[in-house]
T-cell receptor
Framework: EVYLVESGGGLVQPGGSLRLSCAASGFTFRREWMSWVRQAPGRGLEWVAD????????YYVDSVKGRFTISRDNAKNSLFLQMNSLRAEDTAVYYC?????????????????GGQGTVVTVSS | DIQMTQSPSSLSASVGDRVTITCRAS??????LNWYQQKPGRAPKVLIYGASNLLGGVPSRFSGSGYGTDFTFTISSLQTEDFATYFCQQSYIGPPTFGRGTKLEI
């Protein structure tokens, strides 16, 4: 079973920074693509970023490009999200998730959310 | 980016009812469509992947179908524990995108 424990959220002023962490267990972390997905209050889900198993390829939603950086430490089974220049619209619960691939095309995957998320509030 | 239009946004039903939620993609996503259940204060949980494949351990009253742009998610006989919010999500092209959700209420 996938266990993911997110941490690092909090209250930050607009323009500030936060670094989110995700501790993974229950699966072979170094072999899996990982993502961050967020959910604004009372809103739907938005994929934020993902990272290849070896950390080389990284992709971002347009709204965070240039501000957020995803990274990982496979030796410590950990995923990170460095968030800079935060805006009010970044306020959300942030979840880390495993990209669970079910076919070989690279297109067939779903998100395994194993944790409770961490709350980020951007407000003055 | 592919837009996912989910309907209805909310639905009132009773235990034992059959309910259907639809999800329409702005362009073909073949069968790369997943369905999630989310309860208040909890992370989403995948129920169906690849449009129609039930994840192991998920009750058989849940089912999904569709291909291309139009998909349906059905609960054949609602149970108390099924009252939650349901989301569709495509993984075929570009950034993965979600529908806005359907809140299933008693």
């Amino acid at each position: 079973e996938v266990y993911l424990v997110e941490s690092g959220g909090g209250l930050v002023q607009p323009g500030g920074s936060l670094r989110l962490s995700c501790a993974a267990s229950g699966f072979t972390f170094r072999r899996e693509w990982m993502s961050w997905v967020r959910q604004a209050p009372g809103r739907g889900l938005e994929w934020v970023a993902d990272i290849e198993d070896n950390g080389r390829q990284k992709y971002y939603v347009d709204s965070v490009k240039g501000r957020f950086t995803i990274s990982r430490d496979n030796a410590k089974n950990s995923l990170f999200l460095q968030m800079n220049s935060l805006r009010a619209e970044d306020t959300a619960v942030y979840y880390c998730a495993r990209d669970s691939h079910y076919d070989r095309t690279g297109k067939g995957y779903y998100f395994d959310f194993g944790g409770q998320g961490t709350v980020v509030t951007v407000s003055s | 980016d592919i837009q996912m239009t989910q309907s209805p946004s909310s639905l009132s039903a009773s235990v034992g009812d059959r309910v259907t939620i639809t999800c329409r993609a702005s362009q073909s996503i073949r069968s790369y469509l997943n369905w999630y259940q989310q309860k208040p204060g909890r992370a989403p949980k995948v129920l169906i992947y690849g449009a129609s494949n039930l994840l192991g351990g998920v009750p058989s009253r849940f089912s999904g179908s569709g291909y291309g742009t139009d998909f349906t998610f059905t609960i054949s006989s609602l149970q108390t524990e099924d009252f939650a919010t349901y989301f569709c999500q495509q993984s075929y092209i570009g950034p993965p995108t979600f529908g806005r959700g359907t809140k299933l209420e008693i």
